[in-house]
T-cell receptor, first 115, second 113 residues
Framework: DTAVSQTPKYLVTQMGNDKSIKCEQNLGHDTMYWYKQDSKKFLKIMFSYNNKELIINETVPNRFSPKSPDKAHLNLHINSLELGDSAVYFC??????????????FGPGTRLTVL | GENVEQHPSTLSVQEGDSAVIKCTYS??????FPWYKQELGKGPQLIIDIRSNVGEKKDQRIAVTLNKTAKHFSLHITETQPEDSAVYFC????????????WGAGTKLIIKP
């Protein structure tokens, strides 16, 4: 059973296009995240949702729009793709219980290549 | 805000030797310090974590130490094996940080046969 799944695994597209990445977790967690990992492996938080409510919205171009239809899903839509958007995007989830941060479970990643 | 620095960026050790990766953090409110391992082509995976009420934690060949006064924590891997080759990330966070972890830049660990 896959805990955190993402689709697609690979995404190759042209500049200017609009694309979406889907994420689902079957762990029953309340909190979900989107990260961007560049070629130097640096992990940058983009968004965080807790119980479908946006908690973190880092300095990310407004071309990126997350959507959480329910606690188990957090999708990422990107408009007008640019070359600099090429990266690996990771979805993650965690359960914040008893006022304590806990393990984040990551999906396998989506490698986005913008040509 | 919190800032986490991680060193070294690359670490090459002989198989069987020990490896140590160090991180420092800036916000004394941080109370949760996980370490993640990322293998090639996969997402990061938690290998060990420590909370601020504990100074050391061990799990087989892996240990983490925390010095709250100096605001640094370290990952120790003993008897390294080829499968330990990966990128390792440290992170720091606390509940009021909107559930967010602040991540180190990562250390690429290379185990030489």
């Amino acid at each position: 059973d896959t805990a955190v799944s993402q689709t697609p695994k690979y995404l190759v597209t042209q500049m200017g296009n609009d694309k979406s990445i889907k994420c689902e977790q079957n762990l029953g967690h309340d909190t979900m995240y989107w990260y961007k990992q560049d070629s130097k492996k640096f992990l940058k938080i983009m968004f965080s949702y807790n119980n479908k409510e946006l908690i973190i919205n880092e300095t990310v171009p407004n071309r990126f729009s997350p959507k959480s239809p329910d606690k188990a899903h957090l999708n990422l839509h990107i408009n007008s793709l640019e070359l600099g958007d090429s990266a690996v995007y990771f979805c993650a989830s965690s359960q914040v219980a008893g006022g304590l941060l806990d393990t984040q479970y990551f999906g396998p990643g989506t490698r986005l290549t913008v040509l | 805000g919190e800032n986490v620095e991680q060193h070294p960026s690359t670490l090459s050790v002989q198989e069987g030797d020990s490896a140590v990766i160090k991180c420092t953090y800036s916000d004394s409110a941080s109370n949760y310090f996980p370490w993640y391992k990322q293998e090639l082509g996969k997402g990061p995976q938690l290998i060990i974590d420590i909370r601020s009420n504990v100074g050391e934690k061990k799990d087989q060949r892996i240990a983490v130490t925390l010095n709250k006064t100096a605001k640094h924590f370290s990952l120790h891997i003993t008897e390294t094996q080829p499968e330990d080759s990966a990128v390792y990330f440290c992170a720091a966070g606390y509940m009021d940080s909107n559930y967010q972890l602040i991540w180190g830049a990562g250390t690429k660990l290379i185990i030489k046969p």
